[in-house]
């Protein structure tokens, strides 16, 4: 089966960075698109940023300039290095994959992690 487990969550103040970081694992032909979400509670799941095989990023308005995600293919793992982070960050932030297996082309999701910006 396939899994995705996020890691890099923590609490940091205002101003400060962070980077997550998500490993997919298991039994897969290939990673296509991957990004990242985040849910605030009693907020909708909101796309931060994704980023497809060959690199291509694309950026929520609000995180633009602040946020960068990568890819490492080698290592079916993405990042998103965050800096100067906000209050209104603050959320579970939780990544995304469309992985390829024999039979198909299905979406993944990891459990989560928790950033919390505050002083």
């Known amino acids: 089966q396939v899994q995705l487990v996020e890691s890099g969550g923590d609490l940091v103040q205002p101003g400060g960075s962070l980077r997550l970081s998500c490993v997919v694992s298991?039994?897969?032909?290939?990673?296509?698109?991957m990004g990242w979400y985040r849910q605030a509670p009693g907020k909708e799941r909101e796309s931060v940023a994704s980023?497809?095989?060959?690199?291509?990023?694309n950026y929520a308005d609000s995180v633009r300039g602040r946020f960068t995600i990568s890819r490492d293919n080698a290592k079916n793992t993405m990042y998103l290095q965050m800096n100067s982070l906000k209050p209104e960050d603050s959320a579970v932030y939780s990544c995304?994959?469309?992985?390829?297996?024999?039979?198909?082309?299905?979406?993944?999701w990891g459990q989560g992690t928790q950033v919390t910006v505050s002083s």
């Open positions: 995304n994959a469309e992985v390829v297996q024999p039979y198909g082309r299905f979406p993944y």
């Open positions: 298991g039994r897969f032909l290939s990673i296509n698109a």
């Open positions: 980023i497809t095989r060959s690199g291509i990023t």
